[in-house]
């Protein structure tokens, strides 16, 4: 037995026994066979082809769907670039403000020759304890800016009970055209304060020998640099600042010509035409940003200035004010800046900024109404629906006439007036959407939605 033989067992066992392998015959290639191996690869090639085709096309729409995409992008860009734009445009004609005072000229000298000849020096000089102090006519000046700085002067002229004209000319000068600051203020309560003695019943009449003119104060805001056609904001670069805008001499300007309405009723320093060019003078003041921080002061002096008329006068002034307000304004949001710088704290004071409202809306449609109920008749006939129409100048028009309505005497008298009125109201609040984009007209229809509840209760 040879060791390498197989065990009985392994013999008997199948999984190791080989399995019989069926040799198969070899199938002949014919010509068929060659001709569908060849057909397949050609579909193949083809096939592989047109995915190759389908492959770019999709690429070249995708830069197709790329520039699509670019160009919408642009457009929406440039569509926000127009907003912006018109947001801007918006945005600056609802900044009031206009310039006021332009180039400056030359101020006056402060030359007093006189002054050291006056009986209030002359009696200081004589007196006997002058030995000591050797006072003379020129340290005059000095000695009367120390007088009037310490309020002595003031003192000693309402004990006296008089005011010469050297006196009255030198403070009054100091108040236009000095530059030193404590001077200007102390002249101008120096004035205030002899002024103000007339409007006092139990005080000491005090005899003053020198009143200063509507002309002299004309004069100094000749000076200034006030312009009597007002203009932008806008200055030009080639002028030197120092020379523009709002003189320092002007606080000391508008109390003294406060302080001179005040008196006017007892004492007649201007006629009722100069105290309406002050009226309006001041008015015009309110136009100017720089001046913003003087509103309290002009805000006294224009309530004096209104009050200096005597009641045959006023109603004449009043509509002659009025009218020559609404012609130097521009057409543009200052003329609302000048309506609400007019207070409601008296009577004259409503009167004159309903009939400043109104003349302004005369303007605004050129003269071509002749009463009251045409004006409301064409803001009726405005189609705020239209894509063309002025928001903003119905902005404007919004507010002139809430303005003028206000205190107008004839809404009494005239029912229907009120009646359009509410017409108008409704046509602003309710023909303009809550997604109109256009420019003012969300302003236009809260405004005029809270005037018609206001109107409603």
């Not at 600042?241 to 005040?262: M, Y």
């Not at 129409?389 to 008298?413: G, Q, V």
Request: with cysteine; proline share 3%.
């Amino acid at each position: 037995m040879d060791l390498d033989d197989p065990l009985d067992f392994e013999n008997e066992d199948p999984l190791l026994t080989n399995p019989v392998v069926n040799k198969k015959r070899k199938k002949a290639i014919g010509l068929d066979d060659l001709l569908t191996d060849h057909y397949k690869q050609k579909s193949q090639i083809l096939e592989r082809e047109k995915k190759r085709a389908a492959k770019a096309k999709k690429s070249y729409n995708s830069d197709e769907d790329e520039n699509g995409k670019e160009a919408l992008l642009s457009k929406i860009v440039n569509s926000c670039q127009n907003q912006m734009e018109e947001i801007s445009v918006e945005e600056e004609n609802s900044e009031w403000g206009l310039q006021v005072f332009g180039n400056k000229e030359t101020l006056p000298p402060l030359v007093f020759p006189k002054l050291g000849s006056c009986s209030l020096l002359r009696s200081f000089i004589n007196n006997e304890v002058n030995t000591l102090v050797e006072l003379s006519t020129e340290t005059g000046e000095a000695f009367l800016e120390g007088l009037l700085v310490n309020g002595w002067l003031s003192k000693l002229v309402l004990a006296s009970g008089e005011v010469e004209k050297s006196i009255a000319t030198w403070t009054f000068k100091l108040i236009l055209y000095s530059s030193k600051e404590e001077l200007r203020a102390s002249a101008c309560e120096f004035w205030c304060a002899i002024l103000s003695s007339k409007n006092e019943v139990d005080a000491v009449p005090v005899k003053i020998h020198w009143f200063p003119s509507y002309s002299d104060l004309e004069k100094a805001l000749v000076a200034y640099g006030f312009l009597s056609e007002l203009s932008s904001t806008a200055e030009p670069d080639n002028t030197d600042s120092a020379d523009r805008g709002p003189p320092e001499n002007l606080i000391a300007w508008v109390k003294f010509t406060a302080a001179c309405c005040q008196v006017r009723s007892k004492k007649s320093m201007f006629s009722s035409k100069e105290a309406e060019k002050l009226v309006e003078v001041v008015t015009c003041l309110f136009l100017d940003r720089r001046l913003q921080g003087l509103s309290v002061i002009l805000y006294e002096c224009m309530h004096s200035a209104i009050s200096c008329f005597t009641d045959q006068e006023w109603n004449t002034s009043c509509e002659k004010i009025a009218k020559s307000l609404a012609c130097r304004v521009p057409r543009d949001i200052n003329c609302l800046r000048v309506v609400d710088c007019i207070s409601r704290v008296s009577k004259r004071c409503k009167q004159l900024r309903s009939a400043v409202a109104y003349q302004i809306l005369v303007i605004f449609f050129e003269n071509k109404i002749t009463n009251e109920e045409e004006i409301l008749n064409l803001l009726i006939t405005v189609n705020v629906k239209d894509k063309t129409c002025d928001l903003f100048r119905m902005y404007i028009y919004l507010a002139l006439t809430e303005n003028w309505l206000l205190s107008c005497p004839k809404l009494e008298e005239k029912p229907v007036m009120t009646e359009m009125w509410g017409v108008y109201l409704r046509n602003c609040s309710c023909l303009i959407s809550s997604t109109d984009l256009r420019l003012y007209a969300s302003k236009v229809r809260n405004k005029a939605s809270y005037l018609l509840q206001g109107s409603t209760n």
